[in-house]
């Protein structure tokens, strides 16, 4: 079976920084596009960085220039570096495999206070 399982999130304060892992089984993930979406209490679920089978990253403007997504081939993992870190940036964090996504972790909590 698939599975995609989220680690590093956590509480931190405004302007700190943080690494989620994704390690995934079932799939290799130099076949899927994978990627990273976050989901903030009252909001819809949103994609934040994407990465494809050929290892080119794609940002969302809200991130773009603080976070950087890439992977391992080797421990077949995605991670997402996450620097200048805002409250707005609060959210629960789900990896993803596939686009249109086919695959979804349970997610990583990430809360960062002002």
């Known amino acids: 079976q698939v599975q995609l399982r989220e680690s590093g999130g956590g509480l931190v304060q405004a302007g700190g920084s943080l690494r989620l892992s994704c390690v995934a089984s079932g799939i290799d993930i130099a076949r899927f596009k994978m990627g990273w979406h976050r989901q903030a209490p009252g909001k819809q679920r949103e994609a934040v960085a994407l990465?494809?089978?050929?290892?080119?990253?794609d940002y969302q403007d809200p991130v773009q220039g603080r976070f950087i997504i890439s992977r391992d081939l080797r421990r077949n993992t995605i991670f997402l570096q996450m620097d200048d870190l805002k409250p707005e940036d609060t959210a629960v964090y789900y990896c993803?495999?596939?686009?249109?996504?086919?695959?979804w972790g349970q997610g990583t909590q990430v809360t960062v206070e002002s």
């Open positions: 993803s495999g596939g686009w249109p996504a086919q695959f």
């Open positions: 990465i494809t089978r050929e290892g080119t990253p």
